[in-house]
């Protein structure tokens, strides 16, 4: 039963017209002033948030790199196509390793790896984070609580181990297999966020109207709660795609990515099998890990800036 | 309180909720108990009682938002526990709410339009534009509002009173014969809230229904025919307004009512009392085996066995 | 004069320009006087209750000032009023009962908000009991959560704690808003004991509730749109309102007694006017059924009675 003294609701921030007074007389109205959305509002803060332009220009850079890097080299991956152990020059970018392969082409090859496998694993885990979380939060009740347990149960999986067991099973992996492990296994942090955004959104009225007006259920779920949360989820998706990302790479790193092909993850599993660092060969595991770093921090950089472009309250006006 | 006819608009019938708690649904937490009332076309009936009262749920369980545990609900004398899609959706096209908070009651991120279009796939679908479009209009008229003012804008961009005149516009778009009306007016200013009573009882003329939910009991006052009295789930006291607030029989009425803050005169000057239980919980809980006994005609009061 | 405030602007910025909630008021609070504050949403009654402790980060002091016992407030700077908060004057803002923290016992919570005075609990133990048991709540308090409190005994409690110090002035934003309607009656009644006891000197009073402030205050200020409109003592401005806006105020107010088939209350139609950018002149004209020319021009505020004050050149 609180009264609120909404003095200044979120339309003081948000650009708001005030209609004139609706007079029974037909008073004057007053002109209403200028009338900005609020999607343009969230782009106006968004040119200016630097950590959102910083991690989203660091991540499109390398995103660049990875589509058009293969064309600018023309050297096989795993071909042996100069000196083993070169420096860095101006035939060999980035120099080769210990086989004489070139280590720039294996960086871009490995680039376009690392995105497949982030972009697949992190869609398919948001899927099922999203699907499990809008259930559950939405309906409440006997089904929140069996599919709360589920996700607790997948969460406390050692994804390690059964991955481990996994790997014995099949000989041979592809990118897609190492897609479909990674979403099948991230999920739940996404559903448990989810549902707890649907919680309160499910207890607001509109929902009870939507529902008096004779919507399915399914219907409120995609149309009135999920685009109320859109910032929400966008954020989910691009925290998922750097956890994707980074478990990619350390699969790969311990030998568990997929057997053929090249990643950033399995340039740096060679670079330490074949003793990179004590050799001094600094080309070949930099790349890679500067690479890794900086799209997965470029990404939760670019989240953190995303956040305070959606949330008027944490903005620093 | 079942009066002579022998099918009300409107009818509960020794209705109960009860809600499960605590982890896999083991305790349990009884939310109305036994309450039975009628609403008739044209009549306002007030559910007046405090936090915990039970109120809301009952307005819930009248608009299937919920289900009742026991007792039945009958809309013309048929049970509403049974209605199912088309059945339901009919029931829906007959019976809508409205709730406390104009500004959680609309999506906030389309615009009012949106809350009207909804009905328009389940109700008016075979309606042409322009069509629909006049009866949109003229329900809007009809709550005092001017189309051009309100149409096309966001929830954020209109005052609580307009917002909770054009949910009663779209109640009525449906031509509905009963209102739930759940603490409308009070997130509004004190200078629009009786401009929307006022709607109510203008619609009351028109034959409507309307079960006003309310902790204020000014506002039951001026409002209702009829007004229940609740208390932790139970019926205390009902009967006509006039009865029921000008002669309250039962203590727990009695305290609601001298807790009023008014303008005519003001609390009677006695010390606060020491201890640590306010108002309600000052008075004796009323025995478990009490019903309702007709004191005078049209007013019923809860007592316990003699 | 306990409190006098003069002239006080505050503005909050935004994107679109200031708002100009609290656009030049002034009114005092005299010793020992309970003053209620009472408007509609927008009118300014929240931002003067803050602004007089200084504690929104957006709001722009311009101009005025505000002198408490004799004593400049330096309402203009956070830092410089933390001497005067909590000692001297105390706010118990809106929806205090609802931001307890809920994983403190209400005894640690006091406690951290004293040391952070830098007064001693253990020192005022004894006085914290004994007052928690004037307002009808047990020693036992200070060992529960809050979630173990209904809000009847939230709100005494936060009363309790904002007059720890003895402040000289008490600021209550909407305490009875959220609460049943018997509960509403104990909380005010225990706001006017305070003062008997002398736990407080003065207090301001805000809320949209006209009633309740008929039943506990001295005198009542009714501001519109970031300005007074008319201020009186309790049992005038509720029985011979002089502003037109106080006149339909309480003509709308369906009061016990009122039936809808006697007699049909009317509201005020339209609304405030946009405190972004405010009309010149009187800002109730467009909805004043008595406005005329001469309202284009800012009412002065004048008093016409002893204690009665109003703004409106027809009132005068």
């Known amino acids: 039963m609180a009264v609120t003294d909404p003095e200044y609701p979120a339309s003081v921030l948000v650009p708001e017209a005030t209609a004139g007074p609706v007079l029974p007389g037909g008073g004057p109205a007053r002109p209403a002033a ?173 929902v009870d109207v939507a529902r008096l007006s004779g919507i399915p259920d399914r219907s409120i779920i995609l149309r009135e709660i999920a685009p109320n949360m859109s910032s929400y989820l966008f954020m989910t998706f691009i925290l998922l795609f750097g956890g994707a990302v980074l478990i990619a790479a350390t699969l790969d790193f311990i030998g568990l990515g997929p057997t053929n092909g090249m990643s950033l993850g399995l340039m740096m599993n060679n670079a330490v099998l074949w003793a990179a660092l004590q050799l001094g060969m600094w080309w070949w595991f930099l790349p890679p890990g500067l690479g890794i770093m900086a799209i997965v921090g470029g990404l939760y950089v670019m989240n953190v800036g995303l956040d305070e472009v959606f949330n008027p309250k944490l903005r620093d006006t | 309180m079942l009066e002579g006819g022998v099918t009300a608009l409107l009818r509960l019938e020794r209705v109960s909720k009860v809600f499960r708690t605590g982890a896999l649904g083991r305790g349990e937490l009884t939310a109305v108990r036994d309450v039975s009332f009628d609403v008739e076309p044209g009549e306002i009936v007030s559910l007046i009682g405090e936090s915990g009262s039970g109120k809301t749920t009952i307005g819930r369980m009248i608009l299937r938002l919920t289900r009742a545990t026991s007792g039945a609900i009958s809309f013309n004398g048929a049970d509403i526990s049974s209605f199912e899609g088309r059945a339901l959706n009919a029931y829906r096209g007959e019976v809508q709410g409205v709730f406390q908070d104009p500004f959680s009651s609309y999506n906030p991120i389309f615009t009012v339009d949106h809350t009207f279009g909804m009905l328009r796939r389940g109700y008016c679908a075979d309606l042409t534009s322009p069509d629909w479009k006049g009866k949109l209009e003229a329900s809007i008229t009809a709550v005092s509002l001017d189309p051009e003012h309100v149409l096309g804008k966001y929830p954020h961009q209109l005052s609580g009173g307009q917002l909770q005149r054009l949910l009663i516009a779209r109640a009525l778009l449906l031509d509905i014969r009963i209102l739930v009306a759940d603490e409308i007016i009070s997130m509004l200013d004190a200078s629009t809230r009786v401009d929307v009573l006022n709607l109510l009882g203008d619609l009351k003329a028109r034959g409507l229904g309307v079960v006003f939910v309310t902790h204020d009991l000014s506002l039951g006052y001026y409002i209702s025919d009829k007004a229940v009295i609740l208390r932790s789930g139970v019926v205390v006291e009902s009967g006509s307004a006039e009865r029921v607030f000008g002669n309250p029989l039962h203590a727990y009425t009695r305290m609601l009512l001298g807790s009023v803050a008014q303008l005519e005169e003001r609390w009677v000057d006695d010390p606060a009392p020491a201890d640590d239980r306010e108002g309600e919980a000052r008075l004796p809980p009323d025995p478990p085996d009490a019903v309702l006994v007709e004191a005078e005609p049209n007013h019923f009061v809860l007592q316990g066995p003699v | 004069m306990a409190l006098a405030v003069d002239d006080l ?139 173990e409190l209904s809000g009847g005994m939230k709100q005494r409690t936060v009363l309790v704690l904002s007059t720890l110090l003895n402040p000289s002035l008490l600021v209550a934003d909407e305490i009875t808003s959220a609460l049943d309607v018997s509960t509403q009656k104990a909380v005010a009644r225990a706001l006017v004991d305070f003062r008997r006891r002398g736990f407080v000197n003065s207090m301001l009073v805000i809320t949209h509730d006209l009633a309740i402030l008929h039943e506990i205050s001295d005198s009542i200020v009714v501001m519109y749109a970031g300005r007074l409109a008319e201020k009186a003592p309790a049992e005038t401005l509720v029985h011979s309102p002089r502003h037109p806006y106080t006149q339909l105020l309480i003509s709308s107010l369906p009061m016990m007694g009122a039936r809808f088939s006697e007699r049909r209350l009317t509201g005020i139609p339209g609304r405030p006017p946009s405190l972004l950018d405010p009309p010149a002149g009187c800002r109730f004209r467009d909805r004043c059924p008595v406005a005329f020319a001469k309202c284009a021009e800012q009412p002065p505020v004048v008093e016409v009675d002893s204690g009665h004050q109003v703004a409106c050149w027809k009132a005068a």
Request: with cysteine; proline share 4%.
């Open chain 1, 34 to 206: 200028p009338r900005r959305s609020g999607r343009r509002e969230a782009l106006h803060f968004a040119f200016r948030n630097k950590k959102l332009l910083i991690g989203l220009g660091t991540v499109c850079f390398f995103l660049l790199l990875a589509i058009a890097g293969p064309y600018l080299t023309s050297y096989s991956p795993t071909a042996t196509v100069g000196p083993p152990h070169a420096h860095p020059s101006s035939s060999f970018w980035f120099g080769t390793t210990t086989f004489g392969q070139d280590v720039f082409s294996q960086f871009v090859h490995g680039l376009r790896a690392t995105f497949i496998v982030g972009l697949l694993g992190g869609s398919l885990a948001a899927l099922i984070g999203m699907v499990v979380g809008f259930t559950a939060g939405y309906r409440g009740g006997i089904v929140d609580e069996v599919l709360t347990m589920l996700t607790n149960v997948v969460l406390v999986i050692p994804t390690l181990a059964v991955l481990l067991i996994v790997a014995a099973y099949l000989t041979v992996r592809g990118v897609f297999i190492e897609a479909l492990f990674i979403g099948l296994t991230s999920w739940p942090w996404a559903a448990r966020a989810v549902r707890a955004q649907t919680f309160s959104l499910t207890s607001r009225e509109f």
């Open chain 3, 9 to 147: 602007k505050v503005y909050y910025r935004t994107l679109q320009g200031d708002v100009r909630a609290l656009d030049g008021i002034s009114f005092g609070v005299g010793d020992g006087e309970i003053v209620g504050l009472a408007g509609e949403s927008g009118c300014g009654k929240s931002t003067l209750g803050k602004s007089l402790v200084r504690l929104d980060g957006r709001m722009r002091y311009v101009e005025g000032h505000v002198t408490l016992d004799g004593e400049e407030l330096p309402v203009w700077n956070t830092n410089d009023m933390n001497r005067f908060r909590f000692k001297s004057i105390s706010l118990v803002p809106q929806y205090a009962m609802s931001a307890l923290n809920p994983t403190r016992r209400i005894g640690r919570m006091i406690e951290e908000v004293l040391e952070s005075k830098g007064v001693s609990f253990e020192g005022l133990s004894p006085e914290i009991e004994r007052r928690l048991e004037l307002v009808g709540l047990s020693a036992e308090v200070l060992g529960m959560f809050p979630i």
